[in-house]
């Protein structure tokens, strides 16, 4: 359990092994006292943001879906470049049936370059929301390729973008069934990777 005299780098670490292996009351109680640290303790303001944004989908992670977006919301207003907690938000409200949310979430990220994962992902959930499936389809694979080739590739999120995919096979796509799925799988994780665990916190 948490203790005293730990600064935020150490309790990140800790927060991440106790996520590892699903003990989410621990992490989340890691990552609250890294948040309590006096002000100036994180490194930077991108670090705060960063463990907002990991409470969030510890959060998620339990099923408090409005808790986890409101963390996640935090986060990205904090760091606007914290890519992958705007993309996650975008996909929480997707599975919670917000379309404008997620689609307000996730505009900024087509202005990413064309050669970023979260520049395609971003928009291949927008073209998701619009039920127009192969645009969809070939964002999301283009997406997935260039995390695949990139220097520290995000195996997670490739791993939640081929399960979406494989779902839109399978249910015919629409964000209704998106949504659906969120809601029977929240416990499970659906969407909701700890992608920090792969170097997926950018």
């Known amino acids: 359990m948490p203790q005293q005299n730990l600064d935020g780098a150490e309790l990140l670490h800790l927060a991440l092994e106790a996520s590892g292996r699903s003990d989410h009351g621990t992490a989340i109680a890691y990552l609250k006292q890294a948040l309590d640290l ?14 907002l944004y990991m409470l969030g989908a510890e ?3 339990i099923g408090m879906m409005d808790r986890a977006a409101s ?6 207003e904090m760091d606007p470049d914290l890519h992958t907690a ?12 917000q379309p404008a ?15 970023s994962a979260f520049h395609h992902f971003g928009v ?6 619009q039920d127009q499936f192969k645009p969809c389809r070939e964002s999301l694979l283009k997406g997935i390729e260039l995390n695949s080739a990139s220097a520290a590739p995000n195996l997670a999120l490739n791993t939640d973008m081929q399960k979406l995919l494989a779902a839109l096979d ?12 969120g809601a ?4 499970a994780g659906f969407l909701m990777s700890a992608y920090n665990r792969s170097n997926g916190v950018n």
């Open 170 to 181: 399978e249910h015919g796509g629409g964000t209704d069934t998106v949504a659906a799925m």
């Open 38 to 51: 006096p002000e100036g303790s994180a490194a930077t303001s991108s670090d705060y943001a960063k463990y």
């Open 59 to 61: 959060y998620a992670q």
């Open 86 to 97: 705007r993309f996650q938000l975008g996909l929480l409200h997707i599975t919670c049936n």
């Open 124 to 129: 291949g959930l927008q073209h998701l929301m």
């Open 184 to 187: 029977t799988q929240a416990e």
């Open 101 to 115: 949310q997620a689609l307000s979430v996730l505009a900024p990220l087509e202005k990413l370059p064309d050669d």
């Open 71 to 76: 963390h996640m919301a935090q986060a990205v």
